[in-house]
């Protein structure tokens, strides 16, 4: 008797002209929360494009159409996805930069797919099959979080979902684990059992493993301090790609503001993460 083997993800995942893989030099998956405008969207794509380049990474674009986990009913969930759609297509086609945005449920996927190079699938939705199949079934490449609720080699099993459909353009991100309440932490030890177990490009997402669920009551807080000792860690260990929300003036952002980067200060702390992950991969 034959036991089946899931089909194994590709080991790099090439999102336009940019290249995630374990062993390639640093991408970048950055932009605001929460899609604000189609001014807001083509300045910050246009300036973090600008940004990137300077700094010599390969960049993808990301922003979400709606925040559908938000902490409380009142809060402002976003634009939706009959106006953002043609927002994310013109960023495509004028920026010129891969796009990824979340989905949050399986009739959305094709969608969706249409106008972006990449579907996230949120933390809290890892786990959802119906989510998952019909977001590989599009075709497009696939970033799923790892739940707070899972061990980082529960995603092997997540990630078959995927594979087993026949897309093998997987990326697997870590945002930290719940620990107590309203707190995250990371737990470095999970890139590398990510990248063993799953065999995907790992990418660290270090602005929401900074949050705090919940933590000012109807919003998530955050301590952005953090965001870049947590990516010089994760880097330091070496992943494929880090993920970062940035914005030009986080605290008047309608959402994560509490754990964006402002806009200012990207440059420099990309050109760190730079230099950090030449040094973890030359020595491999």
Known sequence: MTIPVDPAPNSVVAIGNVRFGNALPLALIAGPCALESREHALEMAS???EIAGRVGI???????????????????????????????????????????TDVHDSQQ????????DVLQIPAFLCRQTDLLTAAAATGR????????????????????????????????TERGASFGYNTLVSDMRALPILARTTGAPVIFDATHSVQQPGGQGTSSGGEREFVPVLARAAVAVGVAGVFIETHQDPDQAPSDGPNMVPLREMEGLLRRLKEFDALAKAAH
């Open 47 to 49: 300036a973090l494009k």
């Open 58 to 100: 390969g960049f993808v674009y990301k922003t979400s159409f709606d925040k559908a986990n938000r902490t409380s009913a009142k809060s402002n969930r976003g634009m939706g996805l009959e106006g953002a759609l043609p927002i994310f297509a013109e960023v495509r086609a004028q920026v010129g930069v891969p796009v990824l």
């Open 109 to 116: 996927c094709a969608r969706v797919a249409e106008a972006v």
């Open 141 to 172: 490449a696939v970033n799923v979080k790892k739940g707070q609720f899972l061990a980082p080699w529960d995603m092997a099993n997540v990630v078959a979902k995927i594979t087993g459909v026949g897309n093998p353009n997987v990326l697997v």
